[in-house]
């Protein structure tokens, strides 16, 4: 079996990613997401008799993605005239 790829944290940007996941518990479900170690973010839980690590790579890489920052709004260039 292989994991999936994850990307870094997008909070704190650590490549201490893992795939976590609980169970089969007593409803015989099993969970899987991602956590991140270096801030302790988890992404979206997924639940279901197997378990579905491939969706929460999925969400982990996709939905947990902050906005882009726009580079031409970079503060402090300022241009002095002489
Ligand atoms: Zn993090």
């Known amino acids: 079996m292989s994991e999936p790829r994850l990307l870094p944290c997008p909070f704190c940007g650590s490549t201490l990613v893992q795939l976590s996941g609980a169970g089969p518990g007593h409803t015989g479900d099993m969970d899987a997401f991602v956590e991140c170690l270096a ?10 008799p ?5 969706e929460a790579a999925d969400a982990w890489n996709s939905a947990l993605r ?13 241009r002095k005239t002489q």
């Open 50 to 54: 197997e378990q579905r690590i491939d």
């Open 39 to 48: 801030c302790e973010t988890e992404g979206p839980l997924f639940n279901g």
């Open 66 to 78: 902050p906005p882009p920052t726009d580079p031409e709004e970079t503060p402090g260039t300022e």
